[in-house]
Structures are given as structure tokens and as C-alpha cells.
């Protein structure tokens, strides 16, 4: 704590023989911030006044006579019975006191008789609550100031030199306090020259401008350097100009800018390997392309051949029929058509397509089934067809074998289901769930065990056949009609 000064003019009056409450009593009333008091080797109260006792709304006359302990509370009579010993042996004694979140200065004199024994004292007490308030304020900025992450100086507006700085400073340069007191702001930034430095400054120092920010290097004790941003401002003090600056450290942020641009210029290296990957991409990708319509191309003209050989064959089939009277044999030859024709349709439908690999159920069904109907087309009678299949698709083997399925059921339906020679109803519906394919293919005709063992054919086998090759389960429900349901897994 700063001292505060100590009033000695009672001492002097006391020297040439003055009488001490005479004395006090000519200041006591009017005494600046506290009380004065005149205290006997009782410890009571001889005299005692001051502006201090306006401040509690106390009467000092009622402290007259009366002892210390009588009058005064425990907090402070304690420190002043303390220094007591001190006092009577002669001793002048300053000390601090507390009292009710206030703060006093109290300053003991001793009075001497003619034997030279002290027969009293005198006691002044000063607030210095205040003073105290202020003074932990300073230490508190004082503290935030040294501690402060960044670095902070206080040069001579005039010579430049080091006035003061924090201990992030010192750590940041390597400089002790001692020796960064002998240096210059242009010690710490060799980069400035002090004719061009000061014309920087110029209008900080003639008060145009509050703050003057730049960017420039510190150079550390070891002559080594880093980047710094510089705040400098201009500062009085008791009626001399400083310089005050606040410096952060940017070594971070310059390294972070060094590593975006290193992650920039990376970007741009792996941007034009992507671009040159992209283009020898395309290339191969072009290259693919033209070997699959190639590919494509091929399969077609696969498939073209291959319809066209059936095509042929179905002709000579034709004409075979064309030339034969004998009906069991016209009645193979026409079950044979529909068989080569199920299969040509599926190659006639692959050349309207991209894909080469898959049809579409649906329209192969549709187109199929309208084909069958048309060769069993006979006058007076009349077929009505139930039909719901799903758009979706299935691989070229399985649909060959449903075709080849779908051709045989619909010859029996048409041969045996409705002998009365009127027509029916015929049932075909497939859906798909998953990877699981369930297809419904019959009438509402004849049924019973006799449609099993009438059509216990050539073509009843083919019908297990095909759904053996086709990996399908097989059931056949013969209440109401007959109707076969097959079920198999796409995968």
C-alpha cells in the first residue's frame, strides 16, 4: 500500500511547551476525514473531535472521560490496546484498521512529562476507505495489464525507449525487465527507421487520429522474428506523452494462412490430376460406350437371326399343315407353332429394346396371349380373359420358360376346359414381391380329376418340365376350373 504522509505539527507545538488540548482543540473540530483524540495513560478520553464523527452522526462530548474499551468497538480498540506497550515506552507508531467495511489510518503520538515519561498520547484517525478502494482497483489493473495474453509497452513519445512492458512481452522477446529497459521501440522492429516511423505516426501524436493499427515483425532478444498486429495510441501522464501500444502475436493466424494456401495450391494439383483423370475417363468411358453398341449391335443381330430362323420355321410348318389331312398330326404341328412362336416373340420384343438382358412381363404376356387366342379362335365360341400382370421385369431364360408354361396351359384350357364347345373365362395375373414371383394361370372351366387325366399329355409334361427348369413350385387347384399356380425367386 502507497504510505500516506504523517502530520508531525503537534510534535513541534509539544516541543516548545504547548498545551496539548489547547492545541487539539484549535483543529480538532474542523479535522479533515477522521477524528484526533488526546488519550491518558488510562486510556480515556481527554479530548477527541473531527469531521469523522459527522460521518456516523456520533457526539464526540460523550467520548469525554470515558475509556477506550467503553466506547469504541472490539475491532478497533483491540489494535490500538496492542500497540499500546509500544506507545508509553515512547515510540510513535502508524498502523491500519477495519471497522464496518471501512478502512482507517490511525497514528500514535506520545506526550512527555517533566520527568520525560509519557503521560498521554495523541491519536489521529483517517479514513482512508477511499483511498483504499482506488488503490485495489490500480493493483487490479495492474494485474490484468501484466498477466494480459497480449504483449503491451509504454515507449517515450520522445527518446522511444522502454518505459514499461508486460510479461508476455518479456516472454515473447526474451528480454528481462532489467535489459529491455535499455532499449528502443526500434530495437524491438529493426524494419522501421525512426524519421519514417515517426512521419507514420504523426497523426496519433498530433491527436488527429485515436489509434494507429499496422502489421510489422517483433524481433526477440535471440534475433529471431515473428509477425505482429500493433495497436498504438497516444497516452498522458502527468503531463508527459507516451507512447502505449497493444501487440498480438499473428505467428497463428500467419501460419493458418500458410496452410490455406498450401491446401489451396494441393487442391488446385488435385483438381487438374482430377481433370486429367476425368478426361482419360471419358475416353475409356467413349471407348466402353462404343464397344457396347457394339455389343448390342451384336445380340440384336443375334437375336434378328435367330427370330428369323423360327420365322422360317414356323413356315415350314405352315406348309407342312397346309399339305396334311391328318388331324393329330395338324394339331402337333400347330402346338409346335405356338411353342416356336412364344420363343420368337421374346427375340422379336429384345430388338425393340436397349436392354438385351430383361424384358417386360407385362407386354410379352399381353402380346403372347393375344397370339394364342387368335389360333384357337373358333366361330359361336367366346373367350373372355381376366388379365392383370405387373410392370416389371424378368431375365430372358425365366421368361422363355413362363412363355413356354403360359402356351401350354392356355392350349389345355382351350382343348379341355369348356367341352360344351360355348367358350369361358380364362385367368391369367402374375405380381411380384420382393424377389419372389407368383404367377395364377387357368379357367373357371370342367375341372376335376377327369381334366388331369385328359390332359396327362405331352403338353401337361412339358408344363412340369418348364417349371422344373424354371426352379418354380408347382401347385394345381382343380375346385372350380383348373388353375395353376407357379411361384419361384427371381435371384
Known amino acids: 500500500m502507497n504510505s500516506i504522509p504523517e502530520n508531525d505539527h503537534f510534535s513541534e507545538f509539544l516541543s516548545l511547551g504547548a498545551n496539548p488540548t489547547l492545541l487539539l482543540q484549535l483543529v480538532g473540530e474542523n479535522y479533515p476525514n477522521g477524528s484526533i483524540s488526546l488519550i491518558d495513560k488510562d486510556l480515556r478520553f481527554v479530548y477527541t473531535n473531527g469531521s ?31 500497540h499500546l506497550p509500544r506507545v508509553f515506552a515512547g515510540e510513535s507508531i ?17 506526550i512527555f512529562d517533566a520527568n520525560g515519561q509519557v503521560e498521554s498520547f495523541i491519536l489521529t484517525s483517517q479514513d482512508i476507505t477511499e483511498f483504499k478502494r482506488l488503490e485495489a482497483e490500480h493493483e487490479k489493473l495492474q494485474n490484468v495489464v501484466k498477466k494480459s495474453v497480449n504483449e503491451i509497452y509504454i515507449f517515450d513519445a520522445d527518446t522511444f525507449k522502454v518505459e514499461y512492458v508486460n510479461e508476455s512481452g518479456l516472454k515473447n522477446l526474451k528480454y528481462t525487465l532489467q535489459e529491455i529497459k535499455n532499449i528502443t521501440f526500434f530495437d524491438i522492429k529493426p524494419n522501421f527507421e525512426e524519421k519514417s516511423f515517426k512521419a507514420m505516426i504523426q497523426p496519433v501524436l498530433h491527436k488527429k487520429i485515436e ?12 534475433g529471431t522474428y515473428y509477425p505482429v498486429e500493433v495497436h498504438l495510441q497516444l497516452i498522458e501522464q502527468e503531463g508527459k506523452f507516451n507512447i502505449f501500444t497493444i501487440v498480438l502475436d499473428i505467428s497463428n493466424v500467419r501460419q493458418y494462412e500458410m496452410n490455406i494456401q498450401e491446401k489451396k495450391e494441393e487442391l488446385a494439383a488435385t483438381i487438374e490430376e482430377l481433370n486429367a483423370t476425368t478426361e482419360e475417363l ?55 407353332k405356338n411353342r416356336i412362336f412364344s420363343i420368337s416373340l421374346l427375340h422379336e420384343q429384345l430388338l425393340q429394346l436397349r436392354s438385351i438382358n430383361k424384358l417386360n412381363v407385362h407386354e410379352y404376356f399381353s402380346s403372347l396371349i393375344r397370339n394364342i387366342m387368335s389360333t384357337f379362335e373358333e366361330p359361336g365360341k367366346v373367350y373372355t ?18 412363355g413356354l408354361i403360359l402356351n401350354e396351359i392356355l392350349s389345355n384350357v382351350y382343348k379341355h376346359a369348356y367341352p360344351e364347345g360355348n367358350g369361358g373365362n380364362i385367368i391369367v395375373k402374375g405380381i411380384k414381391n420382393g424377389s419372389t414371383c407368383q404367377f395364377l394361370i387357368g379357367d373357371d372351366g370342367k375341372g376335376g380329376t377327369d381334366i388331369l387325366k385328359s390332359s396327362a399329355s405331352y403338353g401337361t409334361q412339358l408344363i412340369h418340365l418348364f417349371a422344373e427348369q424354371l426352379g418354380a413350385k408347382l401347385t394345381v387347384d382343380i375346385q372350380n376350373g383348373t388353375k395353376y399356380m407357379i411361384t419361384f425367386e427371381t435371384t
Open 385 to 402: 380373359l381376366e388379365y392383370y400382370v405387373e410392370e416389371f421385369e424378368l431375365q430372358i431364360d425365366k421368361i422363355v420358360n413362363l
Open 211 to 222: 489509434k494507429l493499427i499496422f502489421e510489422t515483425f517483433n524481433k526477440r532478444s535471440d
Open 282 to 336: 471419358k475416353e475409356q468411358n467413349e471407348q466402353l460406350i462404343k464397344l457396347l453398341e457394339e455389343k448390342e449391335s451384336l445380340f440384336k443381330e443375334i437375336h434378328h437371326r435367330i427370330k428369323n430362323n423360327l420365322q422360317m420355321i414356323l413356315s415350314l410348318l405352315y406348309i407342312k399343315s397346309q399339305h396334311n389331312i391328318d388331324a393329330n398330326l395338324l394339331n402337333f404341328i400347330q402346338e409346335t
Open 52 to 82: 469523522g464523527f459527522k460521518k456516523f452522526g456520533v457526539d464526540p462530548l460523550s467520548f469525554i472521560n470515558k475509556s477506550i474499551f467503553d466506547v469504541l468497538q472490539p475491532e478497533v480498540y483491540v489494535p490500538i490496546k496492542n
Open 94 to 110: 502508524v498502523h491500519e484498521v477495519a471497522s464496518h467495511n471501512a478502512y482507517f489510518l490511525n497514528s500514535y503520538k506520545p
